[in-house]
């Protein structure tokens, strides 16, 4: 099978699990897995009403008549282990082991890190953002290692954040770059195990206009981008099963910068050069 088929094979016939399906980029992502052709939708949500809405409507024909995907909408809090665990068994009891999990949902909160609420703040975040993906991976990923009838997919959602210090990001930071290094570590080893059919792709945007970021300013030559064109990279280099993806392309010119420059050095040219340390000064969030 060549790259190019491998890519067209990957959702056709596929079971998709997205977590934060109900809105946002995980609305999109589902909508996309229909379009392509899934044979199932998972969608983890803690908003049941707007997942339930997102199934009725992702489930009906398509514009050739023919059936719908198989979508249902899982309650589910991923920050608490145990309900991670039972979700996993009723996805797996009604529409089967996934083929393609994308680690979508994760909270934000800006502020100073001694203003942060331990529990409310610092470990939930942590929980959300970094262990529920985890837990997620844990649960599906021997079926996906034993099962190479298909190519299985794992996309992570991280942020730019997880590759750059900033100030009133060091709970939200923390726990992207915890994602980054668990992710990039999860490829080397299913790589080195040899279970080739398995990609883990990483995405790493900017801010991006779902409302998450409200009040952030993008950095020097940094837009804030529309979710529709952050989808379509991170699902383009999942398909491809590219290791990390990022966006816009001056996340990897300050990675590069910061790589080459001096601590103290690094920290002028990102305040005072690309505004990088002022972008969340006006933050407010979703609310």
């Not at 998972?42 to 514009?63: K, N, Q, S, Y």
């Amino acid at each position: 099978m060549t790259k190019k088929s491998a890519q067209q094979a990957v959702i056709p016939g596929s079971t998709v699990l997205i977590t934060g399906a109900a809105r946002g980029m995980g609305e999109l992502y589902a909508r996309r897995a229909a379009r392509e052709g899934a044979r199932a939708i998972a969608l983890w949500d803690v908003d049941e009403e707007r997942a339930e809405a997102l199934a009725t409507e992702l489930r009906r024909p398509g514009r050739g008549g023919g059936p719908g995907p198989d979508v249902r909408a899982f309650v589910v809090d991923i920050s608490d282990r145990a309900a991670v665990a039972a979700a996993a068994a009723r996805t797996r009891a009604e529409l089967g082991e996934p083929d393609v999990v994308v680690n979508n949902a994760g909270i934000v909160r800006g502020a100073l890190f001694w203003e942060h609420d331990q529990e409310r703040d610092i470990e939930l975040t942590m929980r959300i953002n970094a262990l529920a993906p985890m837990w997620i991976a844990r649960e599906f990923l021997p079926a996906m290692i034993s099962d190479r009838s298909r190519p299985k997919r794992l996309l992570n959602i991280a942020s730019a954040a997880g590759t750059l210090a900033n100030p009133r990001m060091s709970v939200y930071a923390s726990s992207k770059w915890a994602m980054i290094g668990w992710a990039e570590s999860l490829r080397l080893e299913l790589a080195r195990e040899g279970h080739s059919h398995i990609a883990v792709t990483t995405f790493c945007p900017s801010f991006i206009s779902t409302g998450m970021f409200a009040g952030a300013r993008g950095p020097l030559l940094t837009p804030i981008m529309k979710p529709e064109y952050a989808v379509r990279a991170a699902w383009g280099g999942m398909l491809k099963g590219t290791p990390l993806v990022l966006r816009p392309w001056t996340v990897k010119l300050a990675m590069i910068v910061r790589g080459i420059l001096p601590t103290r050095a690094w920290d002028v040219v990102a305040d005072r050069v690309f505004n990088v340390y002022a972008s969340m000064d006006k933050f407010t969030g979703r609310g």
